[in-house]
């Protein structure tokens, strides 16, 4: 087994190591923007859309500024505005339910899954009322939810199914992407996502081409033509730029996902009958491990442990978002899946360069500091 000596650092993300092989490709980008000046739209943000529609399975996607915009943007969309309500898992990043307060609408928290961490049918329809108008689905570390009976729920209960996907690119359920099962999906390119762009970045995807169109014109002002604005909008373009780099580094996605399964798996049976609880993944899923998730009695020590040991950690989340001071205003009876969750719950480190030995020493350190 590699040992993690003294002086080294086990890094929770390299971005460096992974741009370092593609780094003349990303360069070569950057100099065809340079001599096109297409900063703003253009045939990268073109050809890049297109490519990540086809990724995604779906017949159209709009690229915007950054994840957060894409949410909204759907929500402002479809229509939902104050005095509706949308139901949205506890354990999120706060984007999820920033979206919905930022329309006007109430987010609604429910509990989680205690195995996968993610939001269920059963949680689903313990929420709605005669005011819910969405359900924010979200695919939380890398795995998409379970689909079929969210999607089966949502349809009969007659609301809208918005997929968060802004961890789980190329993730799949049942073989269909993420993204791709409900009204829309929303995902972030984020530099520190599997898909990440140099900077912000975002798209939105979905079969519906009046959506479609209804997003890109609120992303561009409220555009309906260049000197007509239609509606009251927004500026939450794409950049040339980072569609550029996002096309170059869409072309490795698969590889890179592929390799966070090997360092998961690495992880995953080095913590079997321990005190560790992993994550466990749905029969029907292929996740793609954005982030290596695990529960542990005492988090804190942990953490203190392998930071002395050179192991970075982070945790997602310290806080679900119903007990966010800013959303104190929604807070709900207790959920006891996200709170506990919340208390106990790290990120090990899981990038596409980690080496599966150092992936093996990380989670032995684990073990010897429990």
């Known amino acids: 087994?590699?040992?993690?000596?003294?002086?080294?650092?086990?890094?929770?993300?390299?971005?460096?190591?992974?741009?370092?092989?593609?780094?003349?490709?990303?360069?070569?980008?950057?100099?065809?923007?340079?001599?096109?000046?297409?900063?703003?739209?253009?045939?990268?943000?073109?050809?890049?859309?297109?490519?990540?529609?086809?990724?995604?399975?779906?017949?159209?996607?709009?690229?915007?500024?950054?994840?957060?915009?894409?949410?909204?943007?759907?929500?402002?969309?479809?229509?939902?505005?104050?005095?509706?309500?949308?139901?949205?898992?506890?354990?999120?990043?706060?984007?999820?339910?920033?979206?919905?307060?930022?329309?006007?609408?109430?987010?609604?928290?429910?509990?989680?899954?205690p195995d996968t961490l993610l939001i269920t049918p059963e949680y689903l329809w313990s929420a709605i009322s005669a005011r819910t108008k969405a359900v924010m689905v979200?695919?939380?570390?890398?795995?998409?939810?379970?689909?079929?009976?969210?999607?089966?729920?949502?349809?009969?209960?007659n609301i809208h199914v918005i997929e968060d996907a802004a961890q789980a690119h190329g993730a799949t359920f049942n073989g269909t992407?993420?993204?791709?099962?409900?009204?829309?999906?929303?995902?972030?390119?984020?530099?520190?996502?599997?898909?990440?762009?140099?900077?912000?970045?975002?798209?939105?995807?979905t079969d519906d081409p009046v959506l479609a169109e209804q997003i890109r014109s609120l992303a561009n002002h409220g555009r309906g033509s260049h000197l007509l604005h239609t509606a009251v909008g927004r500026n939450s373009r794409?950049?040339?730029?980072?569609?550029?780099?996002?096309?170059?580094?869409?072309?490795?996605?698969?590889?890179?996902?592929?390799?966070?399964?090997?360092?998961?798996?690495?992880?995953?049976?080095?913590?079997?009958?321990?005190?560790?609880?992993?994550?466990?993944?749905?029969?029907?899923?292929e996740p793609v491990h954005h982030l290596e998730v695990i529960r542990v009695p005492d988090r804190d020590r942990l953490i203190a442990g392998l930071s002395e040991r050179g192991v970075e950690t982070g945790i997602h989340y310290a806080h679900p978002c119903h007990k966010q001071p800013g959303f104190s205003r929604f807070d709900r009876d207790r959920l006891p899946v996200a709170e506990t969750a919340a208390d106990h719950q790290l990120s090990l480190p899981m990038h596409p360069t980690l080496e599966l030995q150092r992936a093996e020493a990380v989670a032995q350190l684990v073990l010897e500091l429990l």
């Open 1 to 113: 087994m590699t040992i993690i000596s003294p002086t080294e650092t086990v890094a929770f993300l390299d971005l460096a190591a992974m741009h370092a092989p593609i780094r003349d490709q990303l360069t070569q980008a950057w100099n065809n923007a340079l001599t096109s000046s297409a900063f703003v739209g253009g045939e990268a943000v073109d050809a890049f859309e297109k490519q990540w529609a086809d990724y995604c399975g779906t017949a159209h996607c709009v690229g915007v500024a950054n994840g957060t915009d894409s949410l909204e943007l759907i929500l402002t969309a479809l229509d939902i505005r104050p005095g509706d309500e949308v139901i949205v898992p506890a354990n999120t990043f706060v984007a999820t339910a920033e979206a919905v307060v930022r329309v006007g609408a109430t987010p609604v928290f429910v509990d989680v899954d």
């Open 138 to 157: 979200v695919h939380l570390y890398g795995q998409v939810a379970e689909m079929d009976r969210i999607v089966a729920a949502a349809e009969a209960a």
């Open 177 to 205: 992407k993420a993204g791709a099962f409900g009204v829309a999906g929303s995902f972030s390119f984020y530099p520190g996502k599997n898909l990440g762009a140099l900077g912000d970045a975002g798209a939105v995807v």
């Open 238 to 285: 794409l950049d040339g730029l980072q569609a550029a780099m996002l096309g170059i580094k869409l072309r490795h996605l698969d590889e890179w996902n592929r390799h966070r399964r090997a360092v998961h798996r690495v992880y995953r049976d080095a913590f079997v009958g321990s005190r560790v609880k992993t994550l466990a993944t749905l029969e029907a899923g």
